[in-house]
């Protein structure tokens, strides 16, 4: 078992968040059990499908009035740098989009990043591609929307001079009402290590957000706390090497609002079963406060 402690610096504008990731090895060696991973594998998918879960978070609301994300998918590890109108000022086409309906969701609207970059405690974070935002349903006022990334980049250098990135593209459908939100996550991330390594995790999941008070989630504003069911398959891919992962929580995540660390899960299991050919491991990732978690195989 190793545990994971990440700190992360909040982005003030809400939930969405940058990602650190830990280096992985890209040829897997299997254990006397015939495991499919190491130790170190293991915690490498745990980095990726932790942070995917995290990324939730900003998927799962909207601010369609400025563009700006209330959280950028989240990287552990990396202080939070507040986005500010000086720094980043998105782009949107057309301006002002049309919104046949009145409800917060505009009918059709691509939010482009250039030249967004943050800096604080040493470190730079910069935004580029484009999330596109659509009103499914534009004569009905609702609160269900679809977003669209593409190649949607987050990139941060440490003060090191360590740089890490993760590229999104993909889809997210959400129906929400304001006790839960229900969202379907149709996405590949791909991710740049500090070594230099990469990875890919293509994914289909189901997730389900309940808030810890009935009636607190609003449009237009960042996520309060509460509790995300997720499943759902994937296949994570790292060198020459591809594994097929079915993805679970046997306990549901909490997502704490008032953590100062990423992810901002303070309990909750999240289970992943990871298969290459006919042998499997199973990684059971168990949130224990604001930031950190163990990682296990089986």
């Known amino acids: 078992m190793r545990r994971t402690s990440r700190k992360v610096w909040r982005l003030a504008a809400g939930t969405i968040t940058v990602a650190l990731f830990a280096a992985c090895s890209t040829s897997p060696v299997m254990s006397p059990q015939n495991s499919v991973l190491t130790q170190p594998q293991a915690n ?5 499908v932790a942070t995917d879960a995290a990324s939730l978070v900003g998927g799962a609301t909207l601010d369609a009035a400025t563009g700006m994300p ?13 986005p500010s109108s000086a720094s980043c000022t998105p782009t949107r086409s057309p301006s002002p989009p049309a919104n046949s309906d009145g409800d917060p969701v505009p009918d059709s609207v691509r939010i482009a990043f250039t030249g967004c970059t943050f800096s604080g405690d040493g470190h730079t974070a910069t935004l ?7 009103d499914p349903t534009p004569t ?10 593409n190649a949607f980049t987050r990139t941060v250098t440490s003060t090191t001079g ?23 996550d149709t996405m590949q991330t791909d991710y740049t290590y500090a070594t230099g390594a990469t990875a890919s995790h293509v994914r289909k999941w189901l997730a389900t957000f309940v808030a810890d008070q009935p009636g607190s989630i609003q449009m237009g504003s960042p996520l309060p706390s509460g509790k995300w069911s997720i499943s759902g398959s994937s296949t994570w891919t790292s060198g020459t090497n591809t594994y097929s992962l079915s993805v679970s929580t046997s306990d549901p995540l909490h997502y704490n609002a008032s953590c100062t660390v990423e992810p901002r899960f303070d309990s909750g299991k999240l289970t ?10 199973t990684v059971t990732i168990q949130f224990t406060a604001c930031g950190q978690y163990t990682v296990t195989r089986s």
């Not at 209330?70 to 507040?82: C, H, L, S």
């Not at 009905?140 to 990334?149: G, H, L, M």
């Open 128 to 134: 580029s591609g484009s999330i596109d935002i659509v």
């Open 44 to 48: 490498a998918v745990a980095e990726v």
């Open 162 to 184: 360590t740089t890490r990135s993760v590229v999104e593209n993909g889809v997210r459908s959400v129906v929400g009402t304001p006790d839960q939100v229900q969202l379907t």
């Open 272 to 281: 992943a079963v990871v298969t290459k050919g006919t042998a499997s491991t």
């Open 70 to 82: 209330f959280a950028v998918a989240p990287m552990p590890g990396e202080p939070a740098m507040v």
């Open 140 to 149: 009905t006022t609702d609160r269900a929307f679809r977003t669209r990334s």
